[in-house]
């Protein structure tokens, strides 16, 4: 009875000290925990200078290249919680976008998606120059959608995580009154509205402690001029149903069915631009899938990839089929 007694107060003294070093030094704690968090995923921090600018990057894994492009106002660690369901099966590479996280910031510099989309091909000329699977969420994926349409041979897949890019899917009463105010969740002018942001963005709680709260509301207010910047650039960047058609990467199209960012009608007109696609649409879920739900979301990606590696195993004997003397 007395060790068990002396071990409850060793645990509740440990989970006082946590709790106090959380309150005083939220920063530090924040930072100590997204390490920890980035070690159980099987990630590591890396660090890219590429030409005006840097981008650091989440690094784990080994087989096939993965590339995940994190959305507006968000950073490389919106995946880490779903990276570690995917570091067993592939080479995971995670970059923060210039403007965001803990990327280099230019106020003159041009943050539109054909800037971050050019950005990006320098980032993987030099971390992953041969052929990628290529996933995004938010901006990331209208990214990633414009890059595979001006890269096609770069990319072998595409995962869609509620994608902006489309008229359809920038209908949401979120970008609707920003046009007509300029007001929006992601843009956090005081550190009392990060909980806005957190609320519009998801449907489904996830875990975030205090002291990383704390951390993204005090980096968000600090981004806010320059944010609101690139919000003006991004909203008026052309569409991509605009400039492409009959798009031939293979894409997984996935959208929260509860999102408040952007409409979930946008998943119908990402579908309409590729002819092979796969669309499932998550009840419950919000802007965030891979944070709201990231073991579900991770299970539908890895459905979708079997089913790529079984459909490229069909195609040569089909061929050879076709081909046979008769």
């Known amino acids: 009875m007395i060790i068990i ?15 106090l070093f959380e309150r005083v030094a939220p920063v530090a704690a924040a930072r100590l925990g997204m390490a920890l968090e980035r070690r159980r995923a099987g990630l590591r921090l890396r660090q890219a200078a590429l030409p005006g600018c840097s981008m650091p990057y989440l690094e784990g894994g080994s087989g096939d290249v993965l590339v995940l492009v994190h959305g507006f106002a968000g950073d490389k660690d919106n995946f880490t919680r779903i990276a570690r369901f995917l570091t067993p099966r592939y080479r995971v590479l995670i970059p923060d976008l210039p403007g965001f996280g803990d990327a280099s910031r230019d106020p003159q510099a041009g943050h539109a998606i054909a800037d971050q989309v050019e950005r990006l091909r320098a980032f993987l000329d030099r971390h992953a120059p041969g052929r990628v699977h290529l996933g995004g969420n938010s901006m990331g994926g209208y990214i990633a959608a414009q890059f595979a349409a001006g890269h096609p041979e770069r990319v072998a897949s595409l995962w869609l995580l509620d994608a902006a890019g489309t008229e359809a899917a920038q209908s949401s009463p979120a970008l609707t ?16 509205d990060f909980a806005q942001l957190i609320a519009s963005s998801s449907q489904r709680a996830f875990f975030l402690p205090y002291s990383v709260r704390t951390a993204l509301a005090r980096r968000a207010v600090a981004d806010f001029a320059l944010h609101t910047a690139i919000m003006r650039q991004v909203t008026a960047s052309p569409l991509l149903e605009r400039q492409f058609d009959g798009l031939r990467t293979p894409a997984l199209i996935v959208w929260g069915e509860q999102d408040r960012i952007l409409h979930p009608s946008g998943a119908a007109a990402l ?21 709201e739900a990231p073991r579900r979301s991770a299970q539908d990606y890895f459905d979708f990839r079997r089913r790529l590696a079984q459909a490229a195993s069909v195609a040569p004997a089909a061929e050879a089929l076709l081909t046979e003397p008769r």
């Open 177 to 192: 009154g920003y046009r007509a105010t300029g007001a929006m969740p992601l843009l956090v002018p005081t550190e009392g």
């Open 5 to 19: 007694y002396t071990v409850l107060s060793v645990a509740a003294a440990l989970l006082a000290a946590v709790l």
């Open 271 to 291: 579908a309409a631009l590729f002819g092979d696609h796969r669309v499932i649409l998550m009840p419950g879920i919000g802007h965030l899938p891979m944070l």
